[in-house]
């Protein structure tokens, strides 16, 4: 079954300093997203791209972050400045369709801790 | 605003019992409806969705959802739980003409043997 692929499955940074999360969505996908899971708390929205463009941000998604499909296959969300509050479990999704008519694969996750 | 509300925060049910897993949504037009399971340490995954029709939908490992417009509800049920189902779940709605999806705060589900 095809999966979507996330590395590093955990990631510790120290407070400033910039981090690349990686995905490698389902290939024929065409909709890919980020969400973030603080601990204890919701599932939040980020981002979705399409198209090579962001189709739709959340307030979360600040100047602070930004995504980029550099290839065919990857599809990465950096974060410029860490901070602590940026500790979280980052989710890549992708979907063949958009959400509502499918629903998501989601990767395994990283597990980011900004120190 | 739309919202998705899990009343329980946990639940805990003896291997061979039924579940059955709350949700409530508020959303004005007809919604787009999902549950998904995470497992400790993995990813989530789409168990069911219901987009229109019967409003009894089948999913994966045995669960199944029924979709109750006048309540605005939309729970997870199976008839008999396995100690492998003891997971987070949660449920999700997607917002009309957007890409978004809204979760739940999820429902963490112990299974005691």
């Known amino acids: 079954e095809p999966e979507v692929t996330q590395t590093p499955s955990h990631q510790v940074t120290q407070m400033g300093q910039e981090v690349i999360l990686r995905c490698v969505p389902i290939?024929?996908?065409?909709?890919f997203y980020w969400y973030r899971q603080i601990l204890g708390q919701k599932v939040e929205f980020l981002v979705s791209?399409?198209?090579?463009?962001?189709?739709?941000k959340s307030e979360i998604f600040d100047d602070q972050f930004s995504v980029e499909r550099p290839d065919g296959s990857n599809f990465t969300l950096k974060i410029r400045s860490t901070k602590l509050e940026d500790s979280a479990m980052y989710f890549c999704?992708?979907?063949?369709?958009?959400?509502?008519?499918?629903?998501?694969?989601f990767g395994s996750g990283t597990r980011l801790t900004v120190v | 605003a739309q919202s998705v509300t899990q009343p329980d925060i946990h639940i805990t049910v003896s291997e061979g019992a039924s579940l059955e897993l709350r949700c409530n949504y508020s959303?004005?037009?007809?919604?787009?409806l999902f549950w998904y399971v995470q497992s400790p340490g993995q990813g989530l995954q789409l168990l069911l969705k219901?987009?229109?029709?019967?409003?009894l939908v089948q999913g994966i490992k045995g669960f199944e959802a029924e979709f109750k417009r006048s309540q605005s509800s939309f729970n997870l049920r199976k008839p008999s739980v396995h100690w492998s189902d003891a997971a987070e779940y949660f449920c999700?709605?997607?917002?009309?003409?957007?890409?978004?999806?809204?979760f739940g705060a999820g429902t963490r589900l112990f299974v005691k043997a």
């Open positions: 219901y987009f229109s029709g019967d409003t």
């Open positions: 999704a992708s979907s063949a369709l958009r959400d509502r008519d499918s629903g998501y694969t």
């Open positions: 290939s024929n996908h065409l909709y």
């Open positions: 999700a709605v997607v917002r009309g003409g957007g890409f978004k999806t809204i």
């Open positions: 791209f399409y198209n090579n463009e962001i189709s739709e």
């Open positions: 959303y004005g037009a007809t919604p787009y």
